[in-house]
């Protein structure tokens, strides 16, 4: 695999297109992840992938709580309002914003929260788990394999998605994926084809300037 061309080139979809992924592909993109680096070895991170009967379960609930208004997320890392993080945070924050509906138009919202309802119509949802007690040196474990993962997929031609929206309900979560009460859904990764004629598929995330975030002291 090209890594800089993975790195460059590998961007969050946001409408899939419904075709299947076969077992065995999912399987060699997370053998290839497992490769990731991990703090003394530990591999904490659990792994489970949600497809076919089992996903469909977890869309319909999604989409049940998505639209209650009575009902709020409770991830297991708390969502954080834009204005509680800190100034440069907020300035990409809104940046980005600004951008979407430039490239999508001042719709770009609604279909945003459209597809979310569904998550995004994604073929699986990888979701990755610690059990109770882990160490937050687990947290950095999680996001390289994260990262690992939606690369290896990228290889194989697959898109992919890493969002909020997958872990919002870890209750409902840790009931369809048959979990025990001692392991924590942190984080998920949608997982599919992107869908070409989907507008909301057009948004794209530039980055800081190198030598705004890099320091190098000789």
């Not at 040196?137 to 390289?144: E, K, M, N, Q, T």
Request: charged residues 25%.
């Amino acid at each position: 695999m090209d890594v800089k061309d993975a790195i460059l080139n590998r961007r969050s979809i946001r409408k899939f297109d419904g075709k299947s992924i076969d077992n065995d592909t999912i399987k060699n993109i997370i053998k290839i992840a497992q490769k990731s680096p991990s703090w003394v070895n530990a591999q904490t991170v659990r792994i489970n992938v949600a497809k076919g009967k089992t996903l469909d379960k977890i869309k319909k609930d999604h989409y049940d709580l998505n639209t209650n208004p009575n009902v709020h997320g409770n991830p297991i890392i708390p969502f954080r309002e834009m204005d509680k993080w800190d100034d440069v945070s907020q300035k990409n924050m809104q940046h980005w914003l600004s951008n979407n509906q430039k490239q999508v138009g001042s719709e770009w919202g609604n279909l945003i929260s459209e597809n979310s309802n569904h998550l995004y119509n994604a073929s699986a949802v990888v979701y990755l788990s610690l059990p109770n007690d882990y160490s937050e040196w687990s947290l950095i474990d999680l996001g390289l394999l994260a990262q690992s993962i939606m690369l290896a997929a990228y290889e194989m031609g697959i898109d992919s998605l890493p969002a909020y929206e997958f872990v919002k309900y870890p209750k409902q979560l840790g009931e369809n994926l048959a979990l025990d009460d001692h392991e924590k859904v942190i984080f998920g990764i949608g997982l599919g084809y992107r869908d070409d004629n989907a507008s909301i598929n057009n948004i794209k995330s530039d980055r800081m300037n190198t030598n705004d975030v890099l320091n190098i002291l000789n």
